[in-house]
């Protein structure tokens, strides 16, 4: 059974921290699902470490379909939510709706996050009467990067902060699930998380949270391009691939791979019968 939106919202309830992580194919969708990781978030952040753009901005809605489908086909207990990509949801009502509804649709998963607060909460609330569960998402929303000019803490001056407030008190009006705080001040996070009824899920956003959410390929030490300051290294993924490659590399040069372990063998009479050909 997979996790349920429901459920989420209990977490929050019950004070147990929920964990959330990105992933974008099969393969690690799989080994993060049998963790018991309850979210499991298709960032467009995919069009940085698994694309190798400079940022989330060129990513497409058949980008975003195609990897959401590999992690639904990897995944069988957690809730999987879709990115909507930068200007999908935007321009219109009827845009957003249709767009969200390919990720159920096309993409298999249960839920869709999209970046924005007061500007995006009418798109959001009819998504959500439509039976698509919304999650939201504010503080440094990384589709405004050049709003912002970088990817700068956001909600550091009292009306930037106030904003911050109001963008997560009407994504709570119009009805999202849950609401993904990004590089915004602790305290700020941590009020935020009071305020509102619906779990919040930090980035770079503090302990207080409800939740945690990270890029794997930050956690796993296999992005190289930089390290955010919010992330943690559990693992140097890159150094092990970098290890095995070299080892891989070496052993073909000297003729020392494959061994007859990974060769298959050959009836003698078979072969000598050719020899005469
Ligand atoms: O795209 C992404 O991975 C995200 C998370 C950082 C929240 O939006």
Redesign the pocket.
Known sequence: MRTTINQIREMKQNGEKIV?L?AYDYTTAKLVDRVGVPLI?V?????MVVLGYEN?IPVTMEVMLHHTRAVVRGTEQALVVG?MPFMTYHVTVEDALRNAARFIQEGGCQAV?L?GGVTVAEKARRIVECGIPVMG?IGLT?QSINQFGGHRAQGKTPEAAVRILEDAKALEQAGVFSI?L?TVPAPLAGLITQKVSVPT?G?GAGPQCDGQ???INDLLGSFTDFVPRHAKQYARLADIITGAVTEYYNEVRAGDFPTKKQSIAMDESILAGLATK
């Open positions: 959330m990105t978030l960032g467009d952040s995919l069009g989330t990115d996050k970046e998402h990384p993904v990004e899920i980035i959410v990270q890029v």
